[in-house]
């Protein structure tokens, strides 16, 4: 059974940071790309960023480019989104995604003064 497990959301100020980890079990971790999405009040969900196999080459997406970064540790089956330089605008639940179909529960952020 895939389990897809989030977690380090919470309450940054703007200009704050926070790291986000997802980890998971129950596949071959190595073998799929893992990818952040975040969706926040009446707005669509959206793609944050995405690490590829096997050499790990990143996308982000355009509004996180230059504060976010995902990276992945395949030897603990988890990667990470260290959100730094944070703004209002990314308060959002933040989901991980393993693969095209398994997706965890979401964790909120949320950036505020």
């Known amino acids: 059974q895939v389990q897809v497990v989030e977690s380090g959301g919470g309450l940054a100020q703007p200009g704050g940071s926070l790291r986000l980890s997802c980890v998971a079990s129950g596949l071959t971790f190595s073998s799929y790309v893992m990818s952040w999405y975040r969706q926040a009040p009446g707005k669509e969900r959206e793609l944050v960023a995405a690490i590829s196999i096997p050499r790990g080459t990143t996308n982000h997406a355009d509004a996180v480019k230059g504060r976010f970064t995902i990276s992945r540790d395949n030897a603990k089956n988890t990667i990470f989104l260290q959100m730094n330089n944070l703004k209002p605008e990314d308060t959002a639940v933040y989901f991980c995604?393993?693969?095209?179909?398994?997706w965890g529960q979401g964790t909120q952020v949320t950036v505020s003064s």
């Open positions: 995604k393993a693969g095209p179909a398994y």
